[in-house]
């Protein structure tokens, strides 16, 4: 069974000097994947590029899958959301942290070469859903408590909630490449709760 994104090494690296040789060979992934695409990716052309010998790859992953599942994973770190009982303010805070994470400069490159890339290999296509479902997951959550305890109407759909405040922020940030201010994050998610408030 394939690796899945929060668990892509075979072994989590506890060893300072591992942790370093980690760093260096995702940072080599990265750059390789911003400056050629996915089919760069290999332990061969990693290989090289890190430094490190194929050997050290192949004890720490179990193929250029998980070398991309890792890059992937640390890039974009899962949500937290936190729930203060203040939802607005909780759902504010967790989508100024993503739209920072979607403006560093190595997750815009390298995010739409990914995207590309899982729309033709099911090993990506797997990684990537597991992706998505693993950060919309903890916001799905914190949107469920908050219709539990009466913030949201009894109605309120949860996965739509979730659409439709990083939909557009996704739309700016990606496709429309304009910054988008505190204010502007603020905006979606009242746009996106003004319907899902209790009548």
């Known amino acids: 069974m394939g690796a899945t994104m929060a668990t892509a090494t075979k072994s989590t690296p506890r060893d300072p000097r591992l942790e370093r040789t980690h760093a260096t060979v995702l940072g080599a992934v990265r750059r390789l994947l911003q400056a050629e695409g996915i089919g760069a990716i290999t332990f061969a052309r990693v290989s090289r590029e890190a430094g490190v010998s194929r050997t050290t790859l192949y004890r720490h992953w179990n193929g250029p899958s998980d070398l991309l599942a890792d890059a992937w994973s640390r890039a974009a770190p899962p949500n937290e959301v936190a729930s203060t009982g203040d939802l607005r303010a909780d759902l504010v805070?967790?989508?100024?942290?993503?739209?920072?994470?979607?403006?560093?400069?190595?997750?815009?490159?390298?995010?739409?070469?990914?995207?590309?890339?899982?729309?033709?290999?099911?090993?990506?296509?797997?990684?990537?859903?597991?992706?998505?479902?693993?950060?919309?997951?903890?916001?799905?959550?914190?949107?469920?408590?908050?219709?539990?305890?009466?913030?949201?109407?009894?109605?309120?759909?949860?996965?739509?909630?979730?659409?439709?405040?990083?939909?557009?922020?996704?739309?700016?940030?990606?496709?429309?490449?304009?910054?988008?201010?505190?204010?502007?994050?603020?905006?979606?998610?009242?746009?996106?709760?003004?319907?899902?408030?209790?009548?």
Request: no cysteine.
């Open 93 to 199: 805070d967790l989508f100024l942290s993503v739209r920072d994470i979607v403006d560093s400069p190595s997750v815009r490159r390298s995010l739409p070469n990914l995207l590309a890339a899982a729309q033709d290999d099911p090993v990506i296509t797997r990684l990537h859903a597991e992706f998505v479902r693993d950060r919309r997951q903890p916001i799905i959550d914190r949107l469920e408590h908050a219709r539990r305890v009466g913030d949201l109407a009894a109605d309120a759909d949860p996965d739509l909630l979730v659409d439709l405040m990083s939909g557009p922020l996704f739309y700016r940030q990606l496709m429309r490449r304009l910054d988008t201010s505190d204010e502007r994050v603020a905006a979606l998610v009242d746009a996106a709760l003004s319907v899902a408030r209790p009548g």
